[in-house]
């Protein structure tokens, strides 16, 4: 069956990230400078501005900082499929947040401040989504 | 001291609104701009300046030029999303003071209604957010809405509070789309889209379009209304994406809020009434407490009971707001409108009483960009 959610269209500096993805390893920007931890990928630190920034692996641990479970969606391929939690993650060490789906349980089991780890679900050939699950969860 | 003290607004006007299929987006620009110019006392002969900005147009202020044929010497379309008008008014003011123009039409349509109900929407697809089915734009108010309540302990119930208060306001209005009685468990209980927030929680989807004329202090003197001044402006943004809002639960407004409470020398106990962009229910109890009318995480507890509906302590969305008077796609050049007609006490039923000062906010994006005006009905100092 063909997959038709939307894909990324990387272009430019989070091509990186994109392929870490690929190779099961969530590669996140660190500053040099003043350590912040920097999402999405860019040239530049946002905090301090510095250009001596660099992929690093992260433990692909951290906590849910806030989320929404969708019971209607217009969005292609996942209409069909809600309930289904959209969740903003913490990232362990820095002040980093990512969109992700929270996955492997239950979209009542939810909680704002819950522990979750990152897995990589190969959706095509191409790409590698860093969904999240609850940590020591189901 | 507000810097936009020479010039007034001297017209404001909206075109059909609610459900418009006889006419496309540039015919609702053009409807209004004719019905704001009437007001006023002016011809487009008059018009040397020109403002917009559209989801419909790539090049809306030229869309507009041709339509109507007017040859401005001056021109604006800033794009910061359902806040961009706002900011138009305070840039035409700017272009006018400094002599760049001396009549600014702003002007805004769109069909968004009857183009098929979908928000029209020309945001480019994020990398970071498409893959995981973020439904755009009210699942990234989800995700605020749901942080406001865990820190604060904002309630269910005082979300609805917000779409009840602009319902029983747009009772007192008959442009607005939704009239009918509406209870907080109507609120709570409709569709659940994307939790906490439900479909009456969320904005219309409405056709319309909205006109502003301004010109200077001077030529006001010689206009059919009475004129209304910019005391005071601010603008900021925090971000594009909702994934990089740096705190979920404060907004911009306290940037834009602070800028234009200084120029304009008032602070929120001096405003006697309150536009607010209610893109959804959240975004009144945000901006309540980002531009200072409680503090920080009191939002819900303020408008509960009743408090920014008529009678309350603070009339907030007198026209009945995007929520029940019109959304036709950036709602921002309606906030200033229903403050303008306030000013000019123009607002029979829904009237405030002694009405001197009034603040407009607009909001664009996802709660990105927010710009604040404070008006009043008599002249800058
Ligand atoms: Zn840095």
Not at chain 1, 81 to 105: F, R
Not at chain 2, 155 to 179: I, Y
């Amino acid at each position: 069956m063909t997959y038709n959610k939307p894909l990324p269209n990387p272009k430019g500096i989070s091509e990186t990230y994109w392929k870490g993805l690929k190779e099961k390893k969530l590669l996140i920007q660190v500053c040099n400078h003043c350590q912040e931890q920097i999402f999405y990928p860019r040239i530049l630190c946002p905090n301090c501005g510095d250009e001596d920034i660099e992929f690093k692996e992260h433990t692909g641990e951290g906590e849910i900082y806030s989320y929404t479970v969708l019971h209607k969606s217009i969005v292609k391929g996942f209409s069909e499929e809600t309930p289904y939690t959209l969740a903003l993650v913490k990232l362990d060490g820095g002040n980093a947040k990512m969109m992700t789906n929270i996955v492997g349980c239950s979209p009542d089991t939810v909680e704002i401040g819950m522990r979750v780890s990152v897995v990589f679900t190969d959706v095509t050939d191409e790409f590698t989504l860093p969904h999240f699950i609850p940590v020591g969860g189901q | 001291m507000s810097i936009f003290n020479d010039v007034a607004i001297v017209a404001v006007a909206e075109s059909d609104l609610g459900i418009v299929p006889h006419l496309n987006s540039a015919d609702l620009m053009a409807q209004a701009s004719i019905r704001a110019l009437k007001e006023a006392g002016l011809s487009k002969h008059d018009v040397d300046g020109l403002f917009s900005t559209s989801a419909h147009y790539s090049m809306p202020t030229l869309t507009l030029a041709e339509y109507m044929g007017i040859t401005p010497k001056y021109m604006d379309a800033t794009s910061i999303g359902g806040s961009s008008f706002v900011s138009l008014v305070a840039h035409a003011a700017q272009a006018i003071s400094n002599g760049l123009c001396e009549v600014a039409l702003i002007a805004y349509g769109s069909t968004q209604r009857t183009d098929g109900g979908g928000l029209a929407n020309i945001s480019e697809p994020f990398n970071h957010e498409a893959p995981y089915g973020n439904f755009d734009p009210i699942s990234s108010y989800a995700l605020v809405a749901q942080r406001h309540m865990y820190e604060f302990g904002t309630t269910r119930n005082q979300l609805s509070e917000v779409a009840v208060a602009a319902r029983k306001w747009a009772s007192m209005n008959s442009k607005a789309f939704k009239r009918e009685p509406l209870t907080l468990d109507d609120v709570s209980n409709s569709t659940l889209i994307s939790t906490p927030l439900t479909k009456l929680d969320c904005c219309l989807i409405t056709d319309g379009g909205a006109a502003l004329v301004l010109t200077t202090k001077e030529k006001a003197k010689s206009l059919n209304k009475e004129p209304i001044y910019i005391w005071g402006y601010g603008e900021s943004t925090t971000h594009r994406s909702i994934v990089s809002m740096p705190n979920l639960v404060e907004t911009a407004a306290k940037l834009s809020g602070l800028s234009a409470y200084e120029m304009a020398g008032v602070g929120p106990s001096d405003i006697d009434v309150v536009q607010l962009y209610d893109a959804f229910s959240i975004n009144v109890i945000l901006f309540l407490e980002d531009l200072g009318f409680c503090p920080k995480g009191e939002g819900g507890s303020f408008v509960a009971n009743g408090a920014i509906a008529p009678g309350g302590r603070l009339p907030v969305n007198t026209n009945g707001g995007g929520l029940s008077y019109c959304h036709p796609g950036m709602y921002g050049l309606f906030t200033v409108i229903e403050g303008v007609r306030q000013l000019r006490k123009e607002c029979g039923e829904r009237q405030i009483d002694n009405c001197r000062i009034a603040l407009a906010n607009g909001n664009g994006g996802v709660l990105s960009s927010q710009v604040t005006m404070i008006l009043s009905n008599e002249a800058g100092a």
